[in-house]
């Protein structure tokens, strides 16, 4: 007899209601209360969060710098069109992509895959040639590949704030170059991208208690 | 005496340990049970996750197919490298990004802003013209713009289906052409540009119980 795969127990930890209210008072947060800090254990889970991020074929082409330094964050406002939640958000994350993707990429992450999961070399050369295939594409800008996936763990950690009543802010408007020399990217291999402040509103946010503005939910999903 | 804005409650509603439980058990579904439909609650509290998403400016440059029609899935499963999930999994999702981004779309998130938080009418020229400077400068390619924004909506989707107990996987192997072609998409103003089908898992799906592969925190993650 077959000893057949467990059907994992996939409990949901939120109810549909939960997760609607959850999304509706998660927005832009315009301005921080610079005194207080995210306790360390809830930063922890949003370190995981990232970390656990979806990515195509699972290469992960980022790093996720956490910028802790005051002085480096008064570097970056001016170099963020001196938007203040730079500085006094309690946490800022610079989200960097792979510059190219190639080979080595793979080979970096099959090396991982093959050992977690305890495959024979056989499989692990197929493997390597396979994921091969993706990166190998005539055309593929590997820069805008990476920035995708980057993006998906940008709205992961945004959603994940919010169930620990965090508030966060994705801010596009930024020098990615100067960013890049200021946190020392400079021939890393990976690129700024985007960033995105966490912490807690200040009391005069008005976003926080303004209403969200969305289209109307049958512009914006179709069903087919 | 001047009457504050009220600090909102934000109450956290998951642990930071229920959080990390949630990142680790999603991963990328490779079988789905065709038998189990999403129930209809759970699937609206996920398209107005999807509606919630975080997005540039707030502009929403995205449009989200749903295809329920069991023969267009048919259609679309030759031009997704034959994928079965396109087909067994109880929901897919096409996420379509506007082509390009102008003047256009900007008015048309003013107009709704300007109603929704009955802003008077100079206070609205005013954002109309600051807004349009995010999408009218030169070297900007709109469809990217747009599609990183999708890629915020898709991070967001996967967790929230992960929240609700609900297996997902992101899709980046499909012809987005023939895609356009199949949804009527062309000519609409909206390309695809990622899918995502999210339903439950078969009790022979093995990446259900693998390992997570992923690198090291201190290798993704650097605080500075």
Chains 1, 2 share one sequence.
């Not at 309690?90 to 099959?110: C, M, N, P, Q, W």
């Amino acid at each position: 007899m077959s000893n057949p795969i467990p059907t994992e127990t996939k409990a949901p930890v939120l109810t549909p209601e939960q997760l609607i209210a959850v999304q509706h008072r998660r927005y832009a947060t315009k301005r921080y209360d610079p005194s207080r800090k995210i306790p360390a254990d809830l930063w922890h889970a949003l370190e995981e969060s990232l970390l656990y991020s979806a990515s195509s074929a699972g290469l992960q082409p980022w790093k996720f710098l956490v910028v802790d330094d005051p002085a480096i964050r008064e570097k970056l406002l001016s170099k963020s069109w001196n938007q203040r939640i730079v500085v006094t958000a309690s946490h800022l994350v610079v989200f960097a992509a792979r510059e190219t993707l190639g080979k080595e990429d793979v080979r970096r992450y099959i090396d991982d895959f093959a050992e977690v999961r305890k495959i024979p070399s056989e499989e692990k050369a197929q493997l390597l040639e396979r994921y091969s295939g993706i990166v190998d594409r005539p055309g593929l800008d590997g820069f805008q590949y990476a920035s995708y996936q980057v993006y998906i763990a940008l709205g992961n950690l945004l959603t994940s704030a919010a169930l620990l009543g965090l508030d966060s802010t994705p801010i596009g408007g930024f020098e990615p170059d100067a960013y890049d020399e200021i946190l020392g990217l400079k021939g890393s291999g990976y690129k700024s991208v985007v960033v995105a402040a966490v912490g807690y509103h200040a009391d005069d946010d008005s976003n926080a208690t303004s209403p969200k503005v969305r289209f109307p939910l049958e512009q914006v999903i179709q069903h087919i």
